[in-house]
Antibody, heavy 121, light 107 residues
């Protein structure tokens, strides 16, 4: 069964860092790149970028450079999103997502369950 | 590309037909436009991609159309499980962007 399983909710203080994991199962990890999508409370979806699961090369959307880092550990079929110097506006649900199989398009058929990050002093 | 969805909220009854709109600020290359359904507390679910192709497992009461800057998602006969928020997404150019969503609520 194809699944993306994310790490659990996090509560952090402003200025701290957080690392969200996305564990892949049910397919070969390197067959599909992984994308990250943010959803602030009560808001819509925002594409953050993606990571090439073959090379580990990340691509960041504008607004997600500097404090946001995508990484991989292919040996355990996992991708990570690390956010440093957390701010109140980083509070959101973060999703990892994988594209559809039938076409090479960045439309997301498989999603992680989401990881809620709360930032509060 | 900015995607504007309308209306923001629709109050409808099961069995009704509904058409949701997604308008792009510039032409979407190759009609690379998708629709997602999201229910509270859940991840989005892909409904339509390439403007008109249904995703796996999506019932045929869902259909998509459009090209250029104007796209629509039609649900021919609303079922109780269809009440949710719907987002459009363009993936013709980076950054991939989403609309702000249309909420379908039960009247």
């Amino acid at each position: 069964q194809v699944q993306l399983v994310q790490s659990g909710s996090e509560m952090k203080k402003p200025g701290a860092s957080v690392k969200v994991s996305c564990q892949v199962s049910g397919y070969r990890f390197t067959d599909y790149h992984l994308h990250w999508v943010r959803q602030a409370p009560g808001q819509g979806l925002e594409w953050m970028g993606w990571i090439n699961t073959n090379t580990g090369n990340p691509t960041y959307a504008q607004g997600f450079t500097g404090r946001f880092v995508f990484s991989l550990d292919a040996s355990v079929s996992a991708a990570y999103l690390q956010i440093s110097s957390l701010r109140a506006e980083d509070a959101a649900v973060y999703y990892c997502a994988r594209r559809i199989t039938v076409a090479a398009r960045p439309v997301y058929e498989i999603w992680g369950q989401g990881t809620k990050v709360t930032v509060s002093s | 590309i900015v995607l504007t969805q309308s209306p923001g909220t629709l109050s409808l009854s099961p069995g009704e037909r509904v058409t949701l709109s997604c308008r792009a600020s510039q032409s979407v290359r190759s009609s690379y436009l998708a629709w997602y359904q999201q229910k509270p507390g859940q991840a989005p679910r892909l409904v339509i991609y390439d403007a008109s192709s249904r995703a796996t497992g999506i019932p045929d009461r869902f259909s998509g159309s459009g090209s250029g800057t104007d796209f629509t998602l039609t649900i021919s006969r609303l079922e109780p499980e269809d009440f949710a928020v719907y987002y459009c997404q363009q993936y013709g150019s980076t950054p991939y962007t989403f609309g702000q969503g249309t909420k379908l609520e039960i009247k």
